[in-house]
């Protein structure tokens, strides 16, 4: 009772009987810990949100109003701050998704619909959708496994899985590099099924090795300052992370 009240809970120190009695009381105390883990989430989750969402909005609503409070402002200047509203809003509704998404992956996964996937024409239509980034930035994305390889699997998150990760090597991968997506294909012993083992790498300036074993932490940022102007959510790894589990 004692570890249970103190503040720093370290279930570590319990001593449990080695009978019934003592392994039923383990397992409520597990799942007592579990809840405490699941609460403290969801109170930082909650903080980093509010955090975040207080950006855009605070943006949009001084671009708005300065555009309301200033009659005399010009066409030109009206419509410059107008498009940085409008750039703050997609900031915000990207944010709004990331979040939903992966609330629904945590909390309702079940809700998900799997479907045969054609993974040639998934990475096609998120090369159409990115196409306009990766000319600019002058990256070549090649896909190195056959057109008629398919899964298993709810499109949607391989779609945004994949995205995630061409959009994370765009922004911060440099120029004039190559994102090479390889798959490969393996046996599974006994059930006559098979596994599709997934390889996904850039040559960009990568990543210093400090920051690795965080990278799919939500809104960890690896250039705070950085990503934030350029308005990415700190949730796409997240997701990737996210989508790879459900899997």
Not at 70 to 96: C, G
Not at 136 to 160: A, D, H, K, P, V
Not at 199 to 221: A, L, M, Q, V, W
């Amino acid at each position: 009772v004692e570890v249970v009240k103190s503040p720093d809970k370290d279930y570590s120190k319990i001593n449990f009987s080695n009978d019934e009695f003592g392994e039923i009381c383990k397992r409520v105390i597990d799942t007592f810990d579990q809840f405490e883990k699941t609460k403290l989430y969801k109170q930082q989750l909650s903080q980093n949100v509010s955090h975040e969402l207080k950006t855009p909005i605070t943006a949009i609503r001084a671009y708005l109003e300065t555009i309301l409070n200033s009659p005399d402002m010009s066409r030109e200047q009206m419509l410059k701050f107008i498009d940085k509203a409008y750039s703050q809003s997609m900031r915000l509704s990207s944010l709004i998704l990331d979040v939903s998404t992966l609330n629904k992956l945590d909390e309702r996964s079940d809700t998900f619909q799997n479907e045969e996937v054609i993974l040639s024409k998934c990475l096609g239509e998120i090369s159409d959708e990115l196409d306009y980034k990766l000319r600019q930035n002058n990256i070549t994305l090649q896909t190195l496994f056959s057109t008629n390889l398919r899964m298993n699997g709810c499109y949607t998150l391989i779609y945004s899985l994949f995205k995630n990760l061409i959009d994370n090597s765009i922004e911060h991968g440099g120029e004039n590099i190559t994102i090479t997506i390889r798959a490969g294909i393996n046996q599974i012993p006994g059930d006559g099924g098979y596994r599709i083992d997934f390889s996904y790498t850039d040559n960009g300036k990568g990543i210093p090795e400090e920051n690795i074993p965080r990278i799919f932490e939500r809104f960890y940022r690896i250039e705070e300052g950085r990503t934030r102007k350029r308005g990415g959510t700190g949730l796409g790894l997240a997701i990737v992370h996210s989508a790879v589990v459900y899997h």
